[in-house]
């Protein structure tokens, strides 16, 4: 099998900086305005989240998932409280992750329901309850191996009927996605993109709108775009970029990115304020 996630991460890295670890009594209030998704993990005691008028009990070891900022409220016993580890979650490109933004706004589990999850869970917990040299650290790639499990979970278990996960998830259009994640620069006819899927041009088009949400060939557009984003940030020059992500010239990605983006690379590179700034525009 192909790997789903590999160029994702590749092109967004996703990074975990713990922030608490230890007992939660009583009412604990998040408000999300740091800018960060979070992700905790409950070791022990019952608890209550509340979040946009929504009331989650939990009463057995748990996870709790935010891909995106959202005011969250813990509430549990005042004296006994409940065990935590927490992390703020950083999604290279921000908005611009597609990944991040094919996860869903909340994510509840049982621990016990993550495979394979035990012997990081249990390393994780004795990190966050002690006080071992090199711990935050440990813990912060700890943290970002979990989310790693939670994504494949969601993608194995259907958790995501439409958009991204459920097209990695589908046993076809997942050739086809991974093909476009890993090669951007070619050109894609969706003659290709079909027989990666191993299915007719008809068929794969109908059935890449109804999972996806959009066409392959806008979704493929997307894709280039959000990787020359990054490319950007990172100061390589546009004529680099086009031919990195399927563009023949400069003025050809700068057509697209204005389509898509209703601005210029330079215009949207200045409101961005990246440190790094391309030196060939």
Known sequence: MVDRLAALLDHFSITAQ???????????DLDGDAGYGQIHLIREGAVEVRHHGRTTRITEPSLLFYPRPLAHRFITDPERG??????????????????ANALPPFVCLPLSALPGSGPVLDLLFEEAF??????????????????????????????TKLGLLAGLAH????????????NPEHNWSLAELADRAGM??????????????????????RWRIAVAKQ??????????????VGYGSEAALSRAFKTSEGCTPREWLKATGPENKPDEM
Do not use: W
């Not at 002690?130 to 259907?158: A, D, H, K, W």
């Not at 007719?200 to 557009?221: C, N």
């Not at 390589?236 to 990195?244: R, S």
């Open 18 to 28: 713990v922030f608490h670890t230890g007992a939660l009594c009583g009412i604990n």
């Open 82 to 99: 409940a065990d935590f580890a927490c992390a703020n979650l950083s999604f290279d490109g921000g908005l611009n992750n597609p990944l």
């Open 130 to 159: 002690s006080q071992n040299c090199g711990r935050q650290t440990v813990l912060n790639r700890l943290f970002e191996v979990v989310l790693i499990q939670v994504v494949r979970y969601l993608m194995e278990e259907g958790e």
């Open 171 to 182: 046993t076809r259009l997942r050739g086809a996605l991974v093909a476009m994640h890993e």
């Open 200 to 221: 007719s041009r008809s068929l794969f088009a109908s059935t890449f709108k109804e999972t996806i949400g959009e066409t392959p060939g806008s979704y493929l557009q």
């Open 231 to 244: 490319a950007l940030k990172q100061g390589l020059p546009l004529k680099l970029i086009a031919g990195d």
